[in-house]
């Protein structure tokens, strides 16, 4: 056999490229397979030729490589543009005449950067809640002494497209001669998600910023809430980048964890956003390429939630009548307050916040900032002006923290003039001259952690503070942890105060803890053993006792289901006892149905499963409830704006169910309901075998026909064959290869077994 040897053409380097070819050039067209940077494309391309040595390729095709179109006047021929190979600088190539393949080389440089990103998960748009309603309700009932006492907290709330309208209320002494309703908040809630913002009307807080206090109000407020797109970053996040020569695989490392590996084409690349923890840091980026050569870069970051992420920003405005004695009184609204305050992350290291409060005769303006200082923590600054008639105050404030895996540490101090006030404070009323505060941990290793804080407060009505705090921990590994705390009054007016105590723990919801605390001269020994109640229905309990001068004893045991949480507990001191007990739950409306569940706090789901009883119901892989007769259940807490899994135990359905999905996504809007159905449906199934008429078992894989049905169902061996959908007397058609038979079954009417078997039916076999 002839040999045939591969004739190459190789041009090293890219020469200068000269003069443009002129219009009347006709150029040599070549189809060749194009590989670049040892990447093979799989398509092949158009590349002109007016002189040896010297092609001009594409347009699109370069694009499509993602080589970045040299800045030379292209050649127009037949309505497109190509451009010369020679421009590019730094390229070369060489032909395979033998296979008609290109071998093109470029550097890094030449290629546009791609993105690897994919660390955030993105939820899907929230679904639309259709009209609902809840009402949550908590009883509570004490009796002690000869004398019952019973409060109330209930809360209505209405929801629909447009948002949820809440209305809670508390109900003080209920059996007593005092016995009272008190109005907390009203107020409707409608969230933007696209615009990451909320409007709401009646009762909300202000955002009190660097400097400001949150105070309560009833009129409007438009504010960001990043709450509505939960996979947000709203901190700055690191980027890093590199290049490839040739296709590579890059390993992404976060503080030595490995988070990502992906395989890129040649060209640079960059990382953003990569997902880190608060704190200094170091990440790690590993290319290897598929010749065995690495390069590793480092890049030192420091994560702080304190900060935004350039071009983020963050506001709120809210003008309406303040609240006064919120608790005391149901409509006790004061002066008109307007309130603005904006934030902007102008770059990663630098937010700036602006703020302003108007009342009547009282005004406070606030200019403050947070800064990083590269990985060494973040600095906050900031100075505040008002005008009341206290007169004219200023206040500044100037602080540093640093968050670290070993050393963590900061400090914050606040400074008033004897004339500044705002909002928050009762009328007439300075803030207080000095609020000072400084903390550190540090992380001891095996021997543990240990921390130690101050804080200082000069405070007009409530006099000077002054407290130091110790805070040893150690984890004891399956033996339990450790802790003891000091707390110090500076003042020489309370003493110290001593606790120690260790937990052990006793499986996944029992622990036992025991300690001892001294205050003012008096040593006070306990113990306590408790059982946390589960996600779904079961028990819970708390025993505990302490002994010395205030010696006493206590007993809870709680019980939760699908529709409530119960307790009583009883507590023995000073030679009197106190019985108490509670239940909490909601009441609720979707759908058309009404339907009972624990408290809803949150988004929820109203899952059916038709017609199926004590099926069990997952939500983020727990089960949380069981339905009932009619095939309900309700899940009473899902994560507004995020992706809830949800799904059902296909175990717990009858064998003759036809199941479609046992699981399902939904996406909830804030504290909205939804009407999760799942399609089962109960299917008459027979089973029968079928033969042929020389005694031969039907051939397997043979498909029958049932009247009526799109569905063919296969035949088993031995001539086996199950089947769906089937009442009364039935004509059936059963095919394979070029061969086919009719028969006719009998599906008995009064059977108890769900899957019948019919018997055995014979068959002729034919051909068309």
């Not at 158009?46 to 030379?72: C, M, N, Q, S």
């Not at 899940?635 to 809830?644: E, G, M, S, T, V």
Request: aromatic share 10%; hydrophobic share 35%; glycine share 12%.
């Amino acid at each position: 056999m002839p040999t045939v040897a591969s004739a190459e053409v190789t041009v090293p380097g890219a020469p200068a490229p000269g003069a443009p070819p002129s219009a009347q050039e006709v150029p040599n067209e070549l189809l060749l397979a194009v590989h670049v940077n040892q990447l093979d494309e799989h398509e092949t391309a158009l590349f002109l030729e007016f002189k040896p040595g010297e092609l001009y390729a594409e347009v699109d095709d370069l694009k499509h490589w993602r080589i970045t179109l040299p800045g030379v006047k292209p050649f127009h021929y037949e309505d497109t543009d190509f451009y010369p190979l020679s421009a590019i600088t730094g390229s070369s190539y060489r032909i395979d005449t033998a296979t008609q393949d290109i071998w093109i080389t470029v550097p890094p440089s030449a290629f546009a950067t791609s993105l690897i990103g994919g660390f955030y998960p993105t939820s899907g748009a929230p679904q639309t809640p259709p009209p609902g309603a809840f009402l949550n309700y908590s009883l509570f009932g004490s009796h002690a002494a000869g004398t019952t006492v019973t409060d109330a907290y209930t809360e209505l709330g209405l929801f629909n497209s447009w948002g949820i309208f809440t209305d809670s209320y508390l109900g003080n002494d209920l059996s007593g001669p005092t016995k009272q309703w008190l109005r907390l908040e009203s107020t409707f809630t409608q969230d933007h998600p696209d615009d990451i913002a909320t409007l709401r009307v009646g009762d909300a807080i202000t955002n009190g910023g660097m400097t400001g206090l949150a105070t309560r109000f009833g009129g409007l407020q438009f504010a960001t809430n990043f709450a509505t797109q939960p996979g947000l970053a709203t901190l700055p996040l690191p980027s890093v980048g590199a290049a490839a020569a040739v296709p590579s695989t890059v390993q992404l490392y976060v503080n030595g964890v490995l988070q990502r590996t992906q395989d890129v084409q040649p060209g640079p690349f960059t990382v953003p956003q990569i997902p880190i923890a608060t704190g200094p840091g170091l990440i790690t980026l590993v290319v290897r390429d598929t010749t065995g050569h690495q390069q590793v870069i480092n890049v030192p970051f420091y994560g702080a939630n304190s900060l935004l992420a350039k071009g983020l920003d963050d506001y709120s405005f809210s003008l309406g009548k303040q609240r006064q004695n919120f608790g005391l009184e149901s409509n006790d609204y004061g002066p008109t307050l307007g309130s603005a305050l904006f934030r902007r992350g102008f770059s990663d290291s630098f937010t700036g916040e602006v703020r302003g409060e108007a009342a009547p005769g009282q005004q406070v303006f606030e200019l403050g900032t947070l800064f990083a200082a590269s990985t060494y923590g973040v600095f906050n600054l900031a100075a505040a002006t008002s005008h009341s008639p206290l007169g004219q105050g200023t206040l500044g404030q100037f602080g540093y923290q640093y968050l670290g895996t070993t050393f963590s540490g900061g400090f914050n101090v606040q400074r008033a003039s004897p004339r500044y006030t705002q909002s928050g404070y009762p009328p007439g009323t300075p803030a207080p001259r000095t609020q000072a505060s400084a903390s550190a941990s540090m992380f001891l290793g095996d021997a543990g952690s240990m921390s130690v804080s101050y804080i200082r407060q000069q405070d007009p009505i409530l006099g000077e503070i002054k407290l130091a705090s110790l805070n040893y921990a150690k984890s004891l590994g399956d033996a339990g942890f450790l802790s003891f705390n000091l707390i110090h009054d500076l003042t020489g007016q309370n003493g110290n105060t001593e606790f120690l105590s260790l937990t052990i723990p006793l499986g996944a919801q029992r622990s036992a803890s025991l300690g001892v605390s001294h205050q003012t001269g008096n040593t006070t020994p306990f113990a306590q053993l408790q059982q946390s109640l589960p996600a779904g229905t079961g028990l819970g309990y708390r025993v505990a006792a302490q002994t010395g001068t205030n010696a006493q004893s206590q007993g809870e045991l709680d019980y939760q289901n699908e529709v409530g949480t119960y307790n009583v507990q009883a507590l023995h001191s000073s030679g009197q006892t106190l019985y108490q007990a509670g239940a909490n739950g909601a009441v609720g409306y979707l759908g058309g149905d009404f339907f009972a569940s624990r408290q809803l706090t949150d988004a929820f789901a109203v899952v059916q499963v038709p017609d199926q009883a004590n099926v069990d119901i997952f939500a983020q892989n727990q089960v949380v409830g069981r339905t009932d007769s009619h095939g309900y259940a309700v899940i009473p807490r899902l994560n507004a704006y995020q992706n809830n899994p949800i799904g059902y135990d296909p175990r717990n359905l009858p064998l003759d169910t036809d199941i479609t999905s046992a699981s399902l996504n939904v996406v909830p809007y804030y504290r909205s309901g939804l009407l999760v159905s799942f399609q089962v449906k109960a299917v008459r199934g027979v089973t029968f075998t079928v033969k042929l008429k020389n005694g031969e078992a039907l051939p397997a894989g043979a498909l029958i026909e049932a009247p009526g049905q799109s569905q063919a169902f296969p035949v088993g061996y031995d001539g086996e064959a199950y089947v769906t959908g089937l009442s009364g007397k039935a004509r059936l058609k059963a095919s394979w290869g070029d061969e086919s038979c009719e028969f006719t079954v009998t599906v008995p009417t009064d059977s108890k077994d769900p899957i019948p078997d019919l018997g055995v039916y014979t068959c002729e076999a034919k051909r068309p």
